[in-house]
């Protein structure tokens, strides 16, 4: 977390057709000072691949648990 100063964690749970990704990156171009970190609680979707797509667009921004 080099460079972020607040750290905001996302509990996701099956949310593949609702998650806000395009959102979440657009924030993320406009204030760096922010990291997410989002915390897939065994959902029976595919929330993990949409999260884990994320985290490689923006590593500097988005981690996945």
Do not use: I
């Not at 972020?4 to 099956?14: A, Q, T």
């Not at 029976?44 to 949409?50: A, I, L, P």
């Amino acid at each position: 977390m080099p460079n972020s100063k607040v750290l905001v964690v996302v509990p996701c749970y099956n949310e593949e057709t609702r998650f806000p990704k395009d959102e979440f990156l657009d924030f993320a171009k406009r204030d760096e000072n922010y990291r997410f970190l989002f915390v897939d609680d065994g959902s029976g979707d595919h929330t993990f691949g949409v999260l884990d797509s994320l985290r490689r667009e923006r590593p500097d921004r988005f981690d996945v648990l």
